[in-house]
């Protein structure tokens, strides 16, 4: 009997969750969509109910909340019970297809804001860390544990960024929480190995979404498609520790962190933040 699997996405409505959401719906996931945009989230969800026949359950949750983490298992472990209409989609009940359960998390969400560290309130820090570490990490522990204990196989896919390897100036918070997960996700790559639980992070360049677009760069900044970068993450997820997407990011990684003294690569770094962010030059 043909099995359909759930997946999770953290931050589904736009942008590059937008884009993970669009490709999961079209492998024929049945998907988890959490995102704290009503709108957005519902607008997203009509689209690929439509388009794919899939069944979708919505959540509309701050993953900066105490709680995010536990509003997202519950579902996880009984993805059918907040189903707005359980008849939706092409999978009914005696179609000779079974529900795999959930199998996949993409944590895709971020806080993200570019300006001088000092300029932050430490409210806003705090932010950083509920939404871009504390969050992910709890409900990573948590999906990892389920999945183990269910002896189900299993993908969880951390949506990082360049930034948290190369640490530029200017978005220090941001940077320093997408460098977390890189380190959360190298270490559990072995740990969870046996369990068949495979674990990414992927570190993608500038992209094009309505977040970046926001910080108001200055410059002719070439930007990612973001569903280049969401296929290429969940092509990569489980295969290795830490992906990098694009040639050109990948290749400027290799001379920055291999070729280059490490004083001069940062040097070329923030100079590069600093052109495309003059106001905060000093
Ligand atoms: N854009 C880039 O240039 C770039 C580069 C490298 C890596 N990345 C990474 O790629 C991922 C996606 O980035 P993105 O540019 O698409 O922006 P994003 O702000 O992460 O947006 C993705 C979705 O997550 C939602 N979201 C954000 N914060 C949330 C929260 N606290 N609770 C619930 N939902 C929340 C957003 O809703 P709202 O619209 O309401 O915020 C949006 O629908 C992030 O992890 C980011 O670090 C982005």
Redesign the pocket.
Known sequence: MEEVQWALI??????????FTTLLAAQGFNLIL????RE??EKIERKVVKEYGIKVTSLC?????QD?WKVCMDAVRNPESRLRDPGSGVQNEGSGIQDGGCTMLV??????EVKPFLNHSSENLE?FI???NR?AMLVVHAFAGYLRDQKKPGKIL??????GLMAPVYITP?AAS?AF?ISLARSLYYELKPYRIGIST???????????LE?RAQGDIP??D?FR?AAYAIKMCGKKAVCI?GFTNRLGYFFISRILPSAFSSYFVNRAMRKMYPTFSR
Do not use: Q
Not at 10 to 19: F, K, R, W
Not at 34 to 37: A, I, S
Not at 107 to 112: D, K, L, P, T, V
């Open positions: 953290a931050g589904s409505a736009e942008g590059l969750g937008e884009a959490v995102d704290r945009g957005a989230l949750v701050d993953l900066g909340e995010a944590y895709c969400a971020a806080m993200s932010r509920d939404v871009n969050t951390l949506m990082s960024s360049l930034a941001y997408k997960l992927c570190c993608a360049g500038i992209i094009n979404t309505p977040k970046f910080s930007m990612a973001p970068v997407d």
